[in-house]
């Protein structure tokens, strides 16, 4: 909590004291904090057993101080119209049911609901969630517990993120063009927001609208789809061709991607490079650093091709750009000879894996690591060039799965278990369960040594509902943080029950990849998502504390996963950030494709 209150202390002195004409603007903040207090207190202390809850309350403020001050010194006017909607389901039925069990109407409550609007969204806090509910429930006068209000999760006009428990929009928000004319026009015509949808994997505040903004508008590309043209080292694609079927039809011509391939394959492929979709391995970067050129619809409605020799429109701007400066409908891309791997599994102690890690990433194409910290163990797959004998073997099955070389281990069958048990009671399902985030840790148990093709040794994740969080930090670096990850591990046992994921990746020509100014090495972590839509009782305040620590080595946040905005100093380790904001207020000076989240960045 101390560390909590000090990053905040740090960002609300550095957001406000910038200017020193925006002060004053602080008082209001306190006045809108003292204005909810009869609220709070009313609500806590009708029943004294409730007293000790209003520490909750404090926590909270405390945590969505850097939110509330950005909003309050960027515009005076708009302390809390900074939300469009509270999107977080058990958080909506809550705050209705708060709303019904307080007899009181006072301007408080409206700037309370505000602030539950901006954690809702922002921190999506289980803690503030259950406070919540806690004192909306009575017991005795409450039955269902619903509002007779909607509640946007009830609704069957509402699409949801892929884990469907955040609303993105309404159904008659979104748009299916069939033309390149019909989205340059609706894109120079638009009165509001114009997003772009891919497979809904990313984090939704990148894409989600206000669900009473009529005139905004999600734009899905469903209809942009398939290989549009090849030549003997490129393939173009059509934006909402999936990274799957760029791979199976590349393959087709007995070639494929010159990069590592990411874990998911139903990503479309202007969502990957948008959001800087990487694989693993030093010797290569991302998506982005393949793209060769770029079909595009400006927010002016031009319709541009974009290339790495375009000085006005800079290809390394654009390949990972968030969908702030255009609408991509073509991806051009470099291709090379297919070729076949090999894949070998270790199970070795995190001692190893910490010293030789570095070693590990000079030596083989594409490595990988999970790192178990309740039992100090690690797997890591080494995969290099298949040898001549190795590709024979292969190429004399049917070639639809890759080729087993090696016995089953026992090795990590202990920990597996271990972490399943946490799972399963972390997500109220059985172990043997066959739920999607069971699968992906029984898989550790079922390692062995592997020979194939690229993609049916790396692209095989399982899409589960989870909370994902990944941050890069320099390659140089690594050895010190992932130190101060097990030291935090050692004082936090159980607090995760996935394995920290470990994939370097070279240097990036994207402007707004953390790997633009250099190698480094992304580590990943998560909480899943139990079956009601909820995550343990401490999985936010995990994630939160996890980023805040890689912050101390430089760390920065994968766009297309979940992250704390307000934490990382954008401006400071990219080097061409100004550059880049330059460019997008130049193409979209109305800010039609900057979402309300991005808006906090890139204004």
């Known amino acids: 909590m101390l560390d909590m209150t000090k990053h905040n202390i740090k960002s609300v002195f550095r957001s406000v004291y910038e200017d020193p004409l925006k002060c004053l603007r602080i008082f209001s903040v306190f006045s809108v904090f003292l204005k909810c207090l009869p609220i709070i207190f009313r609500s806590v202390c009708e029943d004294p057993l409730k007293c000790l809850r209003i520490f909750s309350v404090f926590s909270v403020f405390l945590k969505c101080l850097p939110i509330i001050f950005r909003s309050v010194c960027e515009d005076p006017l708009r302390h809390f119209c900074m939300m469009e909607n509270p999107d977080d389901t058990v958080y909506s039925q809550a705050q209705a049911r708060l709303r019904a069990s307080i007899d009181i109407n006072m301007p408080g409550l409206t700037v309370s609901s505000e602030i539950n609007g901006v954690l809702s969204r922002q921190l999506s806090a289980p803690m503030v969630v259950e406070f919540v509910r806690s004192l909306s429930q009575s017991g005795s006068d409450s039955d269902s517990g619903r509002s007779s209000e909607a509640n946007p999760s009830d609704r069957e006009d509402i699409l949801h993120n892929w884990s469907g428990i955040k609303t993105i929009a ?212 080494l995969v290099e060039e298949a040898t001549p004998s190795q590709a024979a073997e292969f190429l004399a099955t049917d070639r639809s799965a890759p080729l087993k070389v090696s016995s089953l281990s026992d090795s990590m069958d202990v920990t597996v278990e271990k972490y399943l048990k946490a799972m399963s009671h972390d997500t109220k399902a059985s172990s043997s369960s066959d739920q999607p985030q069971f699968k992906t840790v029984r898989r550790f148990a079922e390692a062995t040594d592997l020979v194939g093709y690229h993609e049916q040794i790396l692209c095989k994740g399982i899409p589960a509902p989870q909370v994902n969080c990944e941050i890069a930090v320099p390659f140089e670096k690594f050895q010190a943080a992932t130190e101060a990850l097990q030291r935090w591990s050692k004082l936090q046992p159980g607090r995760i029950h996935y394995p920290f994921i470990y994939r370097a990746a070279g240097k990036s020509s994207a402007w707004l990849s953390p790997a633009n100014a250099g190698p480094v090495v992304w580590i990943g972590f998560l909480v899943y998502v139990a079956e009601d839509g909820s995550v343990r009782s401490d999985g936010m305040e995990t994630m939160q504390k996890l980023q805040q620590i890689l912050l101390d080595f430089d760390g920065l946040p994968h766009w297309g996963k979940h992250f704390m905005d307000s934490y990382f100093e954008f401006s400071e380790l990219l080097p061409n950030f100004e550059q880049f904001l330059q460019l997008r207020r130049q193409l979209d000076p109305k800010n039609k494709l900057l979402s309300s989240f991005l808006k906090r960045i890139f204004l």
Not at 253 to 279: E, F, N, Y
Not at 350 to 357: G, T
Not at 370 to 378: A, H, K
């Open 170 to 381: 309404r159904n008659d928000q979104v748009h299916h063009p069939t033309t390149v004319t019909e989205i340059a026009e609706l894109i120079k015509h638009a009165q509001s927001k114009v997003h772009v949808i891919g497979s809904g994997l990313s984090y939704e505040s990148l894409m989600s609208l206000a669900l009473d903004d009529d005139d905004a508008v999600l734009l899905s590309l469903t209809n942009f789809h398939g290989l549009v043209s090849t030549t003997d080292t490129t393939a173009t694609f059509a934006a909402a061709t999936t990274v799957d079927e760029v791979v199976q039809t590349l393959g087709k011509m007995d070639r494929m991607m010159p990069c590592s391939l990411g874990v998911i394959g139903i990503q479309t492929l202007a969502g990957a490079i948008s959001t800087g979709t990487h694989g693993q391995g030093l010797l290569q970067s991302d998506y982005a650093s393949i793209v060769k050129s770029l079909k595009v619809v400006l927010p002016n409605g031009d319709v541009q091709t974009v290339t790495a020799d375009n000085t006005v429109l800079p290809l390394s701007a654009f390949v990972t750009s968030l969908g702030t400066l255009s609408v991509i409908l073509e991806v051009e891309i470099q291709t090379k000879p297919r070729r076949i791997f090999y894949c070998r599994k270790l199970a070795l102690p995190y001692s190893e894996f910490l010293q030789r890690y570095p070693e590990w990433n000079h030596a083989y194409e594409y490595v990988k690591v999970w790192w178990f910290p309740e039992t100090s163990l690690c797997q890591v797959w």
